[in-house]
């Protein structure tokens, strides 16, 4: 009887594991708000997601080094990138492959790649960020050239531009102004004191201790601030002007990845309105692409704010160029 | 044969999980559009720049390893060698600073002497420094240089102290009848674990060459920084790994250097067995100085980044979240550091003695060599073990989506280290020792059992503790090559630290700091255990 007991229970095991399958994504979008989506995905399909998490240190950036040394044998199925970048990347470089998804048909086509390479989700968006305490409303900067002005000297900080979003701020910056208004606008910025840190977290931590008046970050870093009640505030700077850079969580189905057909599941999941919403909700208040999503007050709809005309592939491209520039700017 | 086949395995593995994956990495350095090429190193040595970069980070190793000198050494003395009070609880505090991750002690001294800092409003107040200049001093070289010596002196400390608990205490007895304790320390005890100090500096000394959280936070341009950057912002493995040549080349230098001032002097001693234990100096006035200086180095390496820690973890709930958060993580880092430092324990103990104590033409060339890529960067392995490992083929992919490949990492980034720690609590055993087993015909396994591990007792424990440590603590290559579902408290750290609450970042480093501490606590009471027992016998 045991016997046979144990002859229906195994297989039905095995039909448990393999009823939903699994599906590997490689994430560099910050842990605590993504594990509650795949954690939801899961729930939903009962497909089991295998999650693999960039880290501060890493700059967001180890993960794109190991999709590419795994290129020959990949390991992933889909790369949830935090920035628009990195995807654009890894296509040059033939690591993902296309696939259009249908739940993305209302995702504005400039957040699109039109090949099918990435797909555009909930934005974060470029802000300055200053201390409440050092700094009154009136005082507060509206444009990122305002801080290159001799009342901020020494008091603005921002993240080593070789890395991260800020790298792609300022290639964003020199495809907008021209090069030879960026170069100055840095040199400017690098002549009035500029603090350049290891991090947008660092930007955001100085700014909150008082250490600098003001800092150049993103928005999910300030939303985290302002939650924990530090005394610091953020400003979509250039509104009348050329506006701020829109940077759009991008998700890419990896090339001869393992499980393509459950990839394709978690893109369509991912760029659902639900998981717009849900990054609206979150704590690093995201701002969803689409204009019919509800979000808390505190948030923006991504027709609030003034967004940078650029192309993302554009932005790839520049900030390849101006990388030497950029390094000896750093002091690399 | 039973020896040569057994150092051969070791050798082997080491060769496996080593040598091969770096190899690879430079390998193909040297390669450009499938062709041989010197491209990515002729600008290292060519251009001003990187002399700089290189200057910048032989002076952080510098003083690092200066600074960790001077609290390690002594610390090791007074916890071997004086009745200091509190002796085993100043030991394992001593270990925190090592094991709370460096990037987060770089944090708390920066918010510490920052220009709003606590301290820094207490030091321009009363000195006449300015805010500037303390707020300047923290992100430069010498700021970048005192984190790491608070972060690296409990290796000095723990690898000085093992050495002197091997030291025969009759010769210091000896030298005690016709002289003071000041000149039996300095003309009988340091001589005799000079090896094991040297071998301690070295290894802070790459380690601090190699380290790249602290320069990284404080925005300091050594050749880390450099590496970092061709990786991560132009994609370019191979200018990084060629970059990381010159730290090969300095670490060859340093071994030929050591080579040279150790050639011809013995430092046999007949260890602990052949006694019962270690020398204590009594002296009021040496316990006194004993309790400040271990003091000082308490408040300022322990007190205050885990004040910072227990202040802003402010609640309990925030201690909650962080437990849930590294449930899993808790795990992992126990079973992986504990298989990771068994297993560099292991290896590291036939390679010490296969590089110290066979007597052939290639024992010379063989320390050298496998010290040769301590200094290269976690991520060069990384990639490095990527490239090797992650292939379709059954032994491959199970080895590369399992544990293992974490246990490998570990190898490949501190088998030198360990087997440098066991090579020179080797350099303290006489060869006339196992002479005498092989006189009387016994096994080399016979010998190894009854003979030579009972004597390398203390430098194995020492490796293990060290081992593990730098198990719990490693990120970088692990982060490169960890599966789904393995992953370890500092991965868990640092991808929640950037957008978590402050206080649960707090809370969870203070979780491994009690996470690592319980099972060396664990391992401390039973080693002392074991080697009481057959100091006994």
Same mark, same amino acid.
């Given at each position: 009887m045991r016997f046979i007991t144990l002859m229906i229970l195994v297989p039905l095991l095995f039909f448990k594991i393999c009823l939903g399958g699994e599906v590997v994504v490689y994430t560099s979008e910050d842990k605590v708000f993504s594990e509650p989506v795949l954690q939801q995905f899961e729930k939903k399909t009962g497909i089991k997601v295998r999650?693999?998490?960039? #880290?501060?240190?890493?700059?967001? #950036?180890?993960?794109?080094?190991r999709l590419i040394a795994e290129k020959d044998n990949p390991q992933a199925d889909v790369f949830?990138?935090?920035?628009?970048?990195?995807?654009?990347?890894?296509? #040059?470089?033939?690591?993902? #492959?296309?696939?259009?998804?249908?739940?993305?048909?209302?995702?504005?086509?400039?957040?699109?790649?039109?090949?099918?390479?990435?797909?555009?989700?909930?934005a974060r968006a470029r802000i300055i960020l200053y201390n409440t305490n050092l700094i009154n409303m009136d005082e507060r900067p509206l444009s990122i050239f305002d801080l290159a002005k001799p009342m901020w000297r020494g008091q603005v900080a921002m993240a080593n531009p070789l890395f991260g979003t800020t790298s792609i701020h300022m290639a964003a910056l020199f495809i907008t102004l021209g090069d030879e208004k960026a170069r100055k606008f840095l040199q400017d910025l690098k002549a009035n004191g500029v603090k350049v840190v290891s991090s947008n977290g660092e930007v955001k931590r100085l700014v909150a201790r008082g250490e600098v008046k003001a800092g150049i970050t993103d928005t999910d870093d300030a939303s985290v601030a302002i939650k924990e009640g530090s005394p610091v505030k953020m400003e979509f700077p250039d509104k009348t002007s050329i506006g701020t850079l829109i940077m759009p969580n991008m998700v890419s189905l990896i090339k001869n990845g393992p499980n393509q057909e459950n990839g394709k599941k978690l893109i369509d999941y991912l760029v659902s309105s639900e998981v717009e919403k849900s990054l609206a909700w979150a704590t690093c208040a995201q701002m969803p692409l689409r204009y019919d999503v509800r979000t808390p007050a505190d948030v923006l709809t991504i027709d609030a704010v003034k967004g940078m005309d650029v192309d993302y592939h554009a932005v790839a491209q520049k900030l390849d160029e101006i990388g030497e520039f950029l390094k000896q700017w750093a002091g690399y | 044969m039973q020896k040569r086949l057994t150092l051969g395995f070791f050798f082997t593995v080491f060769v496996c999980t080593t040598f091969i994956p770096i190899l690879w990495m430079f390998g193909s350095s040297l390669y450009e559009d499938g062709r041989f090429s010197f491209v990515y190193y002729r600008d290292i040595f060519l251009t001003q720049r990187y002399v700089k970069v290189i200057l910048n980070s032989?002076?952080?190793?510098?003083?690092?390893?200066? !600074?960790?000198? !001077?609290?390690?050494?002594?610390?090791?003395?007074?916890?071997?060698?004086?009745?200091?009070?509190?002796?085993?609880?100043?030991?394992?505090?001593?270990?925190?600073?090592?094991?709370?991750?460096?990037?987060?002690?770089?944090?708390?001294?920066?918010?510490?002497l920052g220009r709003t800092g606590f301290l820094n409003t207490l030091l321009s107040q009363y000195t006449p420094l300015s805010p500037e200049s303390i707020s300047n001093f923290m992100y430069s070289l010498y700021g970048a240089s005192f984190i790491l010596s608070i972060n690296l002196f409990p290796v000095v400390m723990?690898?000085?102290?093992?050495?002197?608990?091997?030291?025969?205490? @009759?010769?210091?007895?000896?030298?005690?009848?016709?002289?003071?304790?000041?000149?039996?320390? @300095?003309?009988?005890?340091?001589?005799?674990?000079?090896?094991?100090?040297?071998?301690?500096?070295?290894?802070?000394?790459?380690?601090?060459?190699?380290?790249f959280g602290i320069p990284s936070l404080l925005q300091v341009n050594v050749l880390t920084t450099q590496i970092f950057t061709q990786f991560s912002a132009f994609y370019n493995e191979k200018a990084a790994t060629a970059i990381a040549f010159p730290l090969i080349v300095i670490t060859i230098i340093l071994m030929i250097l050591e080579q040279v001032y150790f050639r011809g002097k013995s430092f046999d001693i007949l260890g602990r067995r052949a006694s019962n234990g270690t020398i204590h100096y009594q002296e009021r006035g040496l316990t006194v100085i004993g309790i400040l200086f271990c003091t000082f180095i308490f408040i300022l390496c322990v007190i205050v980044p885990l004040t910072t820690l227990i202040v802003s973890s402010k609640t309990v709930s925030a201690y909650y979240d962080a437990f @849930?958060?590294?449930?899993?993580?808790?795990?992992?880092?126990?079973?992986?550091?504990s298989l990771g430092a068994t297993f560099l324990t292991v290896v590291g103990f036939f390679l010490g003695y296969l590089s110290e104590k066979v007597q052939s033409k290639l024992r010379n060339s063989i320390a050298p060599f496998i010290w040769l890529f301590f200094a290269v960067p976690a991520t060069v392995i990384g990639v490095g073990l990527i490239k090797v490992c992650n292939r379709p083929e059954g032994i491959f992919q199970f080895i590369y989506g399992s544990l293992w490949i974490i246990i490998l990492g570990y190898g490949a980034r501190f088998l030198p280290l360990s087997s440098r720690i066991m090579a020179n609590y080797f350099k303290q055993i006489s060869n006339s020792t196992e002479e005498a087993g092989i006189v009387m015909g016994a096994s080399w396994? @016979?010998?190894?059992?009854?003979?030579?591990?009972?004597?390398?007792?203390?430098?194995?424990?020492?490796?293990?503790?060290?081992?593990?440590?730098?198990?719990?603590?490693?990120?970088?290559?692990t982060i490169l090559v960890y599966p789904p579902g393995h992953e370890t408290l500092p991965i868990t750290l640092f991808t929640v630290m950037v957008n978590s609450p402050a206080n649960?970042?707090?809370?969870?480093?203070?979780?491994?700091?009690?996470?690592?501490? !319980?099972?060396?606590?664990i391992f401390l009471a039973t080693t002392r255990y074991f080697l009481t027992t057959e100091a006994k016998e």
């Open positions: 999650a693999i998490y960039d #880290t501060e240190e890493t700059k967001s #950036t180890g993960l794109v080094n949830w990138s935090g920035d628009p970048v990195r995807p654009v990347l890894l296509e #040059t470089k033939g690591i993902t #492959t296309p696939y259009i998804s249908s739940s993305a048909s209302d995702i504005p086509e400039i957040y699109k790649d039109n090949v099918g390479h990435w797909t555009g989700f909930s | 032989l002076i952080l190793a510098s003083i690092t390893t200066a !600074l960790s000198s !001077l609290a390690g050494i002594p610390a090791g003395f007074f916890l071997a060698k004086t009745n200091l009070p509190l002796k085993n609880v100043f030991k394992i505090c001593f270990l925190i600073p090592f094991i709370i991750p460096s990037y987060i002690v770089g944090i708390a001294w920066a918010n510490l723990l690898m000085t102290e093992y050495a002197l608990k091997n030291v025969n205490p @009759r010769l210091e007895e000896s030298g005690l009848i016709v002289g003071s304790i000041f000149q039996v320390v @300095r003309q009988i005890t340091l001589p005799l674990i000079a090896p094991a100090i040297l071998s301690s500096m070295m290894i802070v000394f790459i380690l601090s060459l190699s380290e @849930r958060l590294a449930k899993i993580g808790i795990k992992n880092t126990i079973l992986y550091g396994f @016979r010998i190894l059992k009854k003979i030579i591990v009972p004597l390398q007792g203390y430098g194995i424990v020492a490796a293990w503790l060290i081992s593990f440590m730098f198990c719990v603590g490693e990120l970088g290559t649960i970042v707090s809370a969870l480093s203070l979780i491994i700091v009690v996470m690592t501490l !319980l099972p060396l606590g």
